[in-house]
């Protein structure tokens, strides 16, 4: 299982790279093994074309590296605190993509304007607030991780799989490091569709309560009819 799990997140890091999420090396992929409590992570920056699941990165969820001669991404220590919080996260996506990473610059959150947002995240994609300089300077990968932890005190992690770091840029989580990255790929269109409507028509209003929950409902609610059983 660890093997297949190094394969996938290989896939998923390269899928970044062909959906234009990443430039260089500008952003990861990990997956987790629950049962084992082992998380595959890309090594810190190597070229996407360069990866392998030999060179993949395997560490237990205290930090603790178990396989690998590579140093893990720098990221590691928020994914770890994510996948310590989120218990059904199975993986986790870190990206610069310009649409989301424009949002986060600015400090805000993208706000649910229309249907397609709604059939995706349940509300919209809160912004965490900045870190502290002491957050920073010390500690810094694992207090992103729990500055976001403290937007997820009040939000059902599982409703809205993604979010912003003020002045850094998305996380997207998911079952499994695929899922992670199609809610990734989603955000950063649901990033461009807001910013244009914003620009368009200034202030604007979010989409009707009762239209919002019908679209995620119908998707993910108890009595789901999108798509085939």
């Known amino acids: ?19 234009g999420l990443v430039i260089y090396t500008w952003g990861n992929v990990s997956g987790i093994l629950r049962d084992e409590g082992l998380v595959v992570i890309k090594p810190s920056g190597v070229p996407y074309e360069d990866l392998a699941p030999d060179n993949m990165v395997v560490l237990d969820l205290e930090g603790n590296v178990v396989e690998g001669s590579l140093r893990p991404s720098s990221d590691t220590p928020t994914h770890l605190e994510l996948y310590r919080r989120f218990p059904e996260a199975g993986g986790i996506v870190h990206t610069h993509s310009s649409w989301a ?16 947002h709604a059939d995706y995240f349940y509300g919209e994609i809160p912004c965490t607030r ?34 912003l770091v003020a002045e850094h840029g998305p996380f997207t989580w998911g079952k499994d490091p695929e899922e992670a ?49």
Not at 181 to 186: A, G, H, L
Request: glycine content about 6%.
């Open 1 to 19: 299982m660890l093997q297949k799990l190094k394969e996938r997140v290989v896939e998923a890091n390269r899928e970044l790279e062909r959906r």
């Open 130 to 163: 900045p870190l502290t300089k002491a957050e920073v300077e010390e500690d810094y990968e694992l207090n992103t991780g729990r500055v976001i932890g403290e937007v997820f005190q009040e939000k059902n992690y599982k409703h809205v799989p993604g979010v």
């Open 181 to 229: 990255v199609y809610n990734s790929v989603v955000m950063e269109q649901l990033a461009m569709m807001a910013y244009h409507t914003v620009a368009l028509v200034g202030e604007v209003k979010p989409i009707s309560t009762h239209v919002a929950d019908k679209h995620y409902m119908r998707k993910h609610g108890p009595n789901a009819y999108y798509g085939q059983k």
């Open 101 to 116: 990473t424009i949002w986060a610059q600015a400090g805000k959150p993208i706000p649910c304007l229309g249907t397609t």
